[in-house]
T-cell receptor
Framework: KAGVTQTPRYLIKTRGQQVTLSCSPI?????VSWYQQTPGQGLQFLFE???????NKGNFPGRFSGRQFSNSRSEMNVSTLELGDSALYLC???????????????FGPGTRLTVL | GNSVTQMEGPVTLSEEAFLTINCTYT??????LFWYVQYPGEGLQLLLK?????DKGSNKGFEATYRKETTSFHLEKGSVQVSDSAVYFC??????????????FGQGTILTVHP
């Protein structure tokens, strides 16, 4: 079974631009979560989608948004990019919402975003 | 709220040495606990997990036991290899129905193993 895939793997943007990142979960997985990883802040939760509904959102400004499609694929969008948005953005999927003790999230390779 | 604290790194060991990476947690509910590993330039890979007190997770020679009394989930390996060099993350999810897809991570511990 194919793992979580993320596209693109690398992106370079300039301040003020916007960017869209894509995530395809493992086949059959319906929950998708997004995380931002930076050297200073570590791994921080952005948001989670299940059945096309955002159920949880981390402490990020409204410039960060996302959505999930009926096939469970997800996208996240960052508008008006700032230098501090440079990070590795990780997507993770799980078969069902990560609320049951048996669930596990599986991560993709990430998208490395550089803002100049 | 939930939090995870890992031992400060980096950790540098010689091949075949014993490894321990400490992890303690604070949680309001009944968390499941995880260890993830990240190799350079890659995403996170699940290493092992434990879902209730006294459970032992194990994989590829790594082990960790869920200790509710000490709120700990220390990672151990009896004999490390150069290929184990990576960043290790301890994480938890509150399985009480309120986490809504959110893993809480420790800050990560860099492990370097020399031949």
């Amino acid at each position: 079974k194919a793992g979580v895939t993320q596209t693109p793997r690398y992106l370079i943007k300039t301040r003020g631009q916007q960017v869209t990142l894509s995530c395809s979960p493992i086949s059959g997985h319906r929950s998708v979560s997004w995380y931002q990883q930076t050297p200073g802040q570590g791994l921080q939760f952005l948001f989670e989608y299940f059945s096309e509904t955002q159920r949880n959102k981390g402490n990020f400004p409204g410039r960060f948004s996302g959505r999930q499609f009926s096939n469970s694929r997800s996208e996240m969008n960052v508008s008006t990019l700032e230098l501090g948005d440079s990070a590795l953005y990780l997507c993770a999927s799980s078969p069902s919402p990560l609320d049951r003790s048996t669930d596990t999230q599986y991560f993709g390779p990430g998208t490395r975003l550089t803002v100049l | 709220g939930n939090s995870v604290t890992q031992m400060e790194g980096p950790v540098t060991l010689s091949e075949e040495a014993f490894l321990t990476i400490n992890c303690t947690y604070t949680a309001t509910g009944y968390p499941s606990l995880f260890w993830y590993v990240q190799y350079p330039g890659e995403g996170l890979q699940l290493l092992l997990k434990a879902t209730k007190a006294d459970d032992k997770g194990s994989n590829k020679g790594f082990e960790a036991t869920y200790r509710k009394e000490t709120t700990s989930f220390h990672l151990e390996k009896g004999s490390v290899q150069v290929s184990d060099s990576a960043v290790y993350f301890c994480a938890l999810v509150d399985a009480g129905g309120t986490s809504y897809g959110k893993l809480t991570f420790g800050q990560g511990t860099i492990l370097t193993v020399h031949p």
